[in-house]
């Protein structure tokens, strides 16, 4: 697909877009990186967590997984294919999790980045290890714990919202719609 076609970012909200953002992690992280089937899919995927999908015109070329916990969200399993790897839908992936996570209230996004791409993040999305956290190593890859702060949304839900914010569905909390139109 060219890399000039439009780009959107969809809350995966039906089978068939929890079946793209699997399918494009199982590409990347087993198929590419050799991690191991039960690294990459570990059971949290059903359990308290939003997934993300990016297109390029129709085609399915990135997802993520975001996971809620009381004081911060946790971005992970960022995967885009090969071919799609110019930043841009990576940017979408993480402009659609800041805007998500800042109208659910959070002001904070963790992140376990492995050590070579910690200086894209930095540069991406803000994100700064966490010095006073030690580094690990998972699947033979060296990793850091950093952090992304997110200024407060306009539009974040408080207990004070109208009952209709706090009803909607995490899709609906994403902009207007169900997809975000991302700028090149």
């Known amino acids: 697909m060219h890399a000039a076609a439009p780009l959107s970012v969809s809350v995966v909200r039906s089978l068939d877009q929890w079946m793209q953002a699997m399918s494009i992690r199982a590409e990347v992280y087993i198929g590419e990186q050799a ?12 359990a308290g967590a939003t997934h993300l999908v990016a297109c390029l015109g129709p085609e399915p070329v990135g997802a993520c ?4 916990f009381a004081d911060f969200a946790k971005l992970e399993r960022v995967s885009v294919k090969r071919a799609s790897r110019s930043g841009r839908v990576t940017r979408a992936l993480w402009w659609a999790t800041a805007d998500l996570a800042g109208r659910k209230g959070y002001k904070i996004v963790l992140g376990h980045i492995e050590r070579t791409l910690l200086p894209f993040w930095q ?7 966490r010095a006073s956290r030690p580094s690990y190593v998972f699947a ?8 992304a702060r997110l200024p407060r949304h306009p539009e974040a839900i408080s207990l004070d919202s109208p009952a209709e914010n706090v009803l909607a569905s995490e899709s609906d909390l994403s902009g207007a719609a169900s997809h975000l139109r991302v700028a090149s």
């Open 35 to 46: 991690y191991a089937y039960g690294e990459e899919f570990d059971g949290v995927d059903l």
């Open 123 to 129: 540069r991406t999305a803000g994100f700064e290890a």
């Open 65 to 68: 997984r975001v996971r809620w």
């Open 140 to 147: 033979g890859r060296e990793f850091v714990e950093a952090v």
